[in-house]
């Protein structure tokens, strides 16, 4: 059974940058569309951005479009959302999960696995 591993996160200044890791144990990614998820304090947790299990997907919330990139690298059992100009807004802890469907999807009952998350802090 796969088990997810994001890391990555940190405290950043507004307009800063981060990139989150995600990988994983006991199975591995390739076979998998992976999607990140965030949850800030008092609020429901919310897609930020998917890829397909062959990459040839990808989706973004229109809240970061633009500013966020997901990619995989599956030689390598990777998958990282590179995040720049981050806001205050941005900040939560940022999960990766990992759905069977393959497909790229930001519904979060069509993933199965998720990691434990990592905080991502944008504040001055």
């Known amino acids: 059974q796969v088990q997810v591993v994001e890391s990555g996160g940190g405290l950043v200044q507004p307009g800063g940058s981060l990139r989150l890791s995600c990988t994983s144990t006991?199975?591995?990614?390739?076979?998998?569309?992976i999607g990140w998820f965030r949850q800030a304090p008092g609020k429901e947790r919310e897609g930020v951005s998917c890829?397909?299990?062959?990459?040839?997907?990808?989706q973004y919330a229109d809240s970061v479009k633009g500013r966020f990139t997901i990619s995989r690298d599956n030689a390598n059992n990777m998958v990282y959302l590179q995040m720049n100009g981050l806001k205050p807004e941005d900040t939560a802890v940022y999960y990766c999960?990992?759905?069977?469907?393959?497909?790229?999807?930001?519904?979060?009952?069509?993933?199965?696995?998720w990691g434990q998350g990592t905080q991502v802090t944008a504040s001055s």
């Open positions: 890829i397909s299990s062959s990459d040839t997907t990808r």
């Open positions: 999960a990992a759905s069977e469907f393959r497909h790229c999807v930001l519904l979060r009952d069509r993933y199965g696995y």
């Open positions: 006991g199975a591995t990614l390739d076979n998998y569309a």
